[in-house]
């Protein structure tokens, strides 16, 4: 101990060891600079959610029951949704994407019309419309294979942390569909119930699209050389395009975690109680299954104003099939192959949810249960109500926090 060389080694040692850490330090913060940037453009995506959900209580769209009224959040929401016109990513594309389309599909639309009318169902007055113009990017419908682009991006993705041996150990992958701009948003879901995917049967990616912005892009790179979980599919990200972010879910999926038993689709703006999850898993021996928020008997908008507008010619039905609502619903892994397959060969729709574990699910056959622990609504965030629930809806950021707290803090009591 007396040892004079002894003494010194260790101060040197000591020292070095400072030099590492202020250098590691520094290397860090000046990485996390530039996806901040994008702070302004948070919340775009689930701010056009938050309108259809409030036009469902005002009754113009679905009905869904259990919808909170409380004021301040309808206040919030008022405030959200004046934002929505700050939507640079929509907008364009939207409008370059309803005029190309009726060109490239014409003649797909005339020899596809009867297959489409048999395999829809609905009035005859179908055929009748023609000189409208609705305010949706499809104005025909065309093979949802025609419009989607397979593929990914997958440099950078650490696929041994998401699903390793292509899930052949894994009960649950969580796949988070994310907006480009909404790096708060995934941040706050790093920092906080993304946590569980350090476990060995739980993997977790986000999944966006592409975009034409490089400035953006380029800090989406750098984004995912950090963290390693952002899948990006091959298709413009935009809130008419969430059918095509899905499918490029499920495209991933079925190519690079065949095995998983289960997968949960959520969206960047839920908070997820991942234990009760695993819970609801462990009680449910279903093959072939969509668990979630069933929406029976709800009605297609035909009002051409409204973002859930869908004309006759792109489904005719009185109401849409039973479906489970979009913000979060769990599949067993098996019909994932099918699904994807399916979904490539039906009439293209942008309404993701009810595409998905409506229109397909129900040509497939897959029985589609409702549970009640998925809210997919704003609830009440009484810690008892989170650690009850398996999914809560339209979380900002910053209340990602507080519902992590509620879940985890054994300090707060519940019956
Ligand atoms: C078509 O409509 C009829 C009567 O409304 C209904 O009984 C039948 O189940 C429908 N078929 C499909 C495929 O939705
Ligand atoms: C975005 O980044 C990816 C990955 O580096 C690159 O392949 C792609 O060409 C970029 N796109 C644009 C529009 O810059
Ligand atoms: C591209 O993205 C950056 C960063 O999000 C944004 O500041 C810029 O306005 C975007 N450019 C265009 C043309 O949309
Ligand atoms: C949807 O994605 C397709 C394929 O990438 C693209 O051509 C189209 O412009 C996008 N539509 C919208 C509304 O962004």
Known sequence: MGNPNSKRMTFFMVLNAVIIISFIYLSFSTKDILPQKQLHSVGTIPMSRRIKHNNKRNGLIRKEGNYPSSETSKQLEVKRASLLHSNIEAAPSFLAYSTQQPKSS????????NTMLSSINGSSS??????????LPLLIPVLTRTVYEPGHLNEELDI???????????????????????????????????????????????????????????????????????????????????????????????????????????????????????????????TRTIYGRLARRWKPVRSSKSKYFV??????????????????????????????????????????????TGIVSKSLEIKRLHATEFRNSRTSFLPCNIRKAISVHMIKPSEQYNLWKSLLDSSIKCK
């Open 311 to 356: 004309s006759y010619k792109l489904y005719s039905g009185l109401q849409y099939p039973t479906f489970t609502t979009g913000p979060a619903y769990l599949l067993t892994g098996d019909i994932v192959p099918e699904l994807y397959t399916k979904s490539l060969n039906t009439f293209y729709m942008q309404l993701e949810d009810v595409f998905i």
């Open 106 to 113: 014409k003649s797909l639309m005339k020899s596809q019309q």
């Open 126 to 135: 179908v055929l009748e419309t023609s000189s409208e113009i609705p305010a």
């Open 160 to 286: 041994k942390r998401i699903c390793m041996d292509r899930g052949l150990f894994l009960r649950l992958l969580v796949l988070i569909t994310s907006a480009q701009g909404h790096f708060m948003a995934r941040m706050s879901i790093r920092q906080t119930w993304m946590h569980y995917a350090s476990r060995r049967d739980v993997g977790m990616a986000f999944v966006l699209g592409r975009t034409t912005n490089a400035t953006l892009n380029e800090s989406i790179n750098q984004e995912n050389y950090m963290y390693g979980d952002m899948i990006r599919g091959n298709f413009i990200d935009s809130y008419f395009n969430l059918t095509l972010k899905t499918l490029s879910m499920l495209e991933w999926a079925d190519k690079h975690c065949p095995l998983v038993k289960y997968i949960l689709k959520t969206d960047d703006d839920m908070f997820v109680n991942v234990p009760r999850l695993l819970d609801f898993i462990d009680g449910h021996k279903d």
